[in-house]
């Protein structure tokens, strides 16, 4: 079946810096890659999505590309804010959505 | 546009007791799904509804979750008897298209506490 891994632990950065979570996955057929975001106090939201290989996700400065042969679709962004403080979901799936454990993201000014 | 409304917030109760939980999904979204998301986990899909019909209910556990769509709107998903292990945050989300399953808007989700 469909499943999501995503990097360990929480990550902690300084404003300005560049942001990288890994997140690799393994599936069967062609499914969609998704990075969902979930701002303190609120709920799940779609932060951009890619369709097929090597199509590129993009939003709000954060960018993820879809890699077939690595099986990955890692979030970038190269200049973080204190607004960018979430934490972050990998998933994927085309009926059914499989998400990875998250990753807490704290933006330090 | 009105989000995906969720209640109660938070819910705590002793094991063995029952628990419901309410979803008013966004105006005019044909499919609801309701999710389990435990601390340090990903979100889990237990159950999806499309109008009022279920479409995937495979990881819902049967014996002691129940979830009904009554007139294809309003949804209520419930524990009986709630177990230590129920403990987690349930989901919400609705969506337009049932076939674009990115297109999911989620509720703020109820924080269930089993003691």
């Known amino acids: 079946g469909n499943s999501v891994t995503q990097m360990e632990g929480p990550v902690t950065l300084s404003e300005e810096a560049f942001l990288t979570i890994n997140c690799t996955y393994t599936a069967t057929g062609y499914p969609s890659l998704f990075w969902y975001v979930q701002y303190p106090g609120e709920g799940l939201q779609l932060l951009l999505k890619a369709t097929k290989a090597d199509d590129k996700g993009s939003n709000k400065g954060f960018e993820a590309t879809y890699r077939k042969e690595t099986t990955s679709f890692h979030l970038e962004k190269g200049s973080v804010q204190v607004s960018d403080s979430a934490v972050y979901f990998c998933?994927?799936?085309?009926?059914?959505?499989?998400f990875g454990k998250g990753n807490q993201v704290v933006v330090i000014p | 546009e009105a989000g995906v409304a969720q209640s109660p917030r938070y819910k705590i109760i002793e094991k063995r007791q029952s628990v419901a939980f309410w979803c008013n999904p966004i105006?005019?979204?044909?499919?609801l799904y309701w999710y389990q998301q435990i601390l340090g986990q990903g979100p889990k899909l237990l159950i999806q509804?499309?109008?009022?019909?279920?479409?995937?209910d495979s990881q819902l556990p049967k014996d002691r979750f129940s979830a009904e769509r009554l007139k294809g709107v309003d949804s209520t998903l419930k524990i009986q008897p709630a177990k230590l292990e129920d403990s987690a945050v349930y989901l919400c989300?609705?969506?337009?298209?049932?076939?674009?399953?990115?297109?999911?808007?989620f509720g703020p989700g109820t924080r269930l506490t089993v003691t």
């Open positions: 998933a994927l799936g085309n009926n059914r959505l499989a």
């Open positions: 105006s005019g979204h044909a499919t």
């Open positions: 989300a609705s969506s337009l298209v049932p076939s674009v399953p990115h297109e999911q808007y």
């Open positions: 509804f499309q109008n009022n019909g279920v479409v995937d």
